[in-house]
C-alpha cells in the first residue's frame, strides 16, 4: 500500500513538473489539512467573491436597493465571508501567503466591477419608471400606464 501511495505521489509530482496539474478536488475547500499554493489560494478567493458579487448585484438590483450604504454593506460582506473563510475554516497561516491586505485583496477589483454591473443593470431592468417609458414609446396607443410630464 506504501509504494502505491508513493507511485501516485510521484505520478503527480511529474506532471506537476511537466506542466500539468491534477485535477481540482472540491473536498479540499474545506479541508484545514490541506496544502495550498499561493495561486490555487488565489484563485479560489478571487471566484469566491464573484459568486458573491453576482449574488448580491441580482439581489440588491432585484429589492431595488439603491444608496452607498449597499455598496459598503457589499464590501464588508465580501471581505468578512473571506477572511471567515481562510481564517476559520481552512486554517491557514496568511502571512505565507502575504498577510491579511494581500489575502483580502484578491478579486476584490473585479468583484466590485461586477457587482456594480450586475446592480445597476438588475436595478435598472426592474425599474417601473423604464417599464412606462419603454411601453409609451413601442405601444403608445395601448399604454396602461399614466402618463406624467416628459
Given amino acids: 500500500m506504501r509504494e502505491r501511495k508513493s507511485v501516485k505521489f510521484n505520478f503527480e509530482l511529474q506532471q506537476h513538473q511537466n506542466g500539468h496539474f491534477p485535477p481540482f478536488k472540491v473536498e479540499k475547500l474545506f479541508d484545514p489539512a490541506a496544502a495550498w499554493d499561493k495561486d490555487q489560494l488565489g484563485d479560489v478567493l478571487h471566484w469566491i467573491r464573484q459568486a458573491l458579487a453576482l449574488v448580491c448585484g441580482l439581489l440588491w438590483g432585484a429589492i431595488p436597493l439603491v444608496g452607498g450604504i449597499w455598496f459598503l454593506l457589499f464590501l ?69 400606464f399614466p402618463h406624467s410630464n416628459w
Fill in 76 to 144: 464588508l460582506l465580501s471581505s468578512g465571508i473571506i477572511y471567515a473563510y481562510y481564517a476559520l475554516v481552512l486554517k491557514i497561516d496568511e502571512e505565507d501567503f502575504g498577510g491579511h491586505g494581500a489575502l483580502l485583496q484578491d478579486g476584490l477589483f473585479a468583484s466590485i466591477s461586477l457587482f456594480l454591473l450586475v446592480w445597476i443593470l438588475n436595478a435598472d431592468m426592474f425599474s417601473l419608471e423604464n417599464t412606462r417609458f419603454y411601453f409609451s414609446v413601442y405601444f403608445p396607443s395601448n399604454c396602461d
